[in-house]
């Protein structure tokens, strides 16, 4: 089982270049299932969760092909299979992005409900709502959604009870191979939708509004493969900022969207970092102490619960005598990096959804197990500023999100390696 060692100390300094978003190119390659023929699809990270796409993909009968960082999927007509097996989906809930543009295209879906994960039960009530109401039949038989429509999915409003990241993604696929006009109240509005809705609009689809909380899609009857190129990771380059934060390093971020972070670069800038941005660039430098500063996670374009564990790491750094509350509102059980940290040295302490993180920790090195994706780099960012050798366990769950993390850190001056 794949291990990383950090050993800490080391100053991050230089350039990195971000890769493609995870969370964009995942809607993107099932939006490959609404029609038939070859999509190609740019700057696309080596990531498991991007393989087990690929294998579910193939399990429908799609043809792949992988050159570099570009991705070819060539869909038939007909499908091998319309089924999204627990294997698969339980390995990655976003499996159930399938279910949209299975049901638009060919009538029917059956795909296994995502498990909850460690992070919270990750319901899907609300894709499911959403889809009845544009006609579908859905039952859920022993831990499967079999879905049906008779003829085609009908267009419709519909008001989001929340603003589901990948609900408002399948219902968008969904809509644009409806009868009629869909229009999608509430909406998530982060930068993957925007992404998503770019590619369907260019295959033909005609969406308006992505990125607000009020999406309309008008559907056409053809849609035509094209190719996209998947936008940079507002995460991962939020993670790679943080790790020349907590350092007290001077790094450039590059190829990535500046506008994408502005909640997490704000925070920074309140904490007493230096920030300069330029059109695909940010650079960091870093204040001799930094003040602690508050958090609260929200849908986009508010703080990302996805950078709530890094950002936690680097307060426990801010001055001594201060303190900071990180306020998690998206899911239920993202904490379970605070023990961790805590094994590190970190002084927090949890109340239900909120955590006190008190400042000037001095941390040592210690074996620690990562839970999932965001709390792997949370653990590796605290090992960076570590006195003596961290080892993280189980970084399986950081390769599911992130492209060769520990090279990027390396490539800055970390003292960071792999360990099988
Ligand atoms: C996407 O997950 C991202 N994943 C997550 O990133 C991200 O944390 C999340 O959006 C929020 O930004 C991908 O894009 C592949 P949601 P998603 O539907 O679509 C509840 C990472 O680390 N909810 O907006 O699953 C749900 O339980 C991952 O890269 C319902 O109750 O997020 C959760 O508490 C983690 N019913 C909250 O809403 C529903 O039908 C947010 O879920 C749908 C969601």
Not at 220 to 241: M, N
């Amino acid at each position: 089982m794949d291990k990383i060692s950090i050993i800490g100390g080391k100053k991050l300094r230089g350039t990195v270049k971000v890769s493609g978003s995870k969370n964009a190119v995942l809607p993107l390659l099932f939006s490959s299932l609404l029609v038939e023929g070859e999509h190609i699809f740019h700057n696309v990270p080596f990531l498991k969760d991007v393989e087990t796409t690929c294998l579910l993909l193939k399990y429908f009968g799609c043809e792949i092909k992988r050159e570099e960082n570009s991705l070819k999927i060539k869909k038939q007509k007909k499908l091998q299979s319309i089924k999204a097996p627990y294997q698969l989906v339980r390995q990655m809930r976003a499996g159930i992005l399938s279910l949209g543009p299975l049901l638009a295209k060919h009538g029917s879906a059956e795909v296994s409900l995502p498990g909850g994960c460690a992070i919270g039960t990750r319901a899907v009530d609300l894709h499911l709502k959403g889809l009845r109401q544009m006609g579908a039949h859905i039952e859920l038989i022993r831990g499967l959604i079999v879905a049906r429509v008779k003829g085609r999915l009908k267009g419709t409003r519909i008001l989001l009870d929340y603003p589901t990241v990948g609900g408002t993604e399948n219902l968008m696929m969904a809509a644009c191979l409806a009868e009629g006009p869909t229009f999608i109240e509430n909406a998530a509005r982060e930068p993957e939708i925007v992404d998503l809705a770019e590619y369907l609009n260019k295959m033909g689809a005609d969406i308006q509004g992505a990125g607000t909380d009020l999406i309309c899609i008008t559907p056409k009857r053809i849609l035509y493969p094209t190719e996209h190129t998947v936008i940079p990771d507002r995460i991962e380059a939020g993670t790679l900022l943080l790790a020349g934060a907590i350092t007290r390093g001077n790094i450039c971020i590059s190829s990535c969207v500046p506008r994408h972070l502005d909640a997490v670069l704000l925070k920074l800038e309140e904490a007493g970092f230096f920030i300069k941005v330029d059109e695909n660039s940010i650079e960091l430098s870093a204040p001799s102490d930094f003040s602690s500063v508050n958090i609260v996670t929200s849908p986009y374009p508010g703080f990302p619960t996805d950078l709530q564990a890094q950002f936690m790491a680097l307060m426990t750094q801010a001055k001594p005598g201060s303190s900071s509350t990180i306020r998690e509102t998206i899911f239920e059980n993202r904490f379970m990096h605070i023990q961790e940290l805590v094994r590190l040295g970190a002084d927090i302490h949890l109340d239900t959804h909120t955590a006190l993180v008190k400042g000037g920790s001095l941390l040592q090195g210690a074996p620690v197990t990562a839970t999932d994706l965001r709390a792997s780099a949370c653990l590796i960012l605290a090992a960076l500023v570590a006195r003596g050798e961290t080892l993280v366990h189980r970084i399986y769950h950081l390769d599911r999100g992130y492209e060769h993390l520990e090279k990027k850190l390396s490539s800055l001056g970390a003292n960071i390696k792999r360990l099988k």
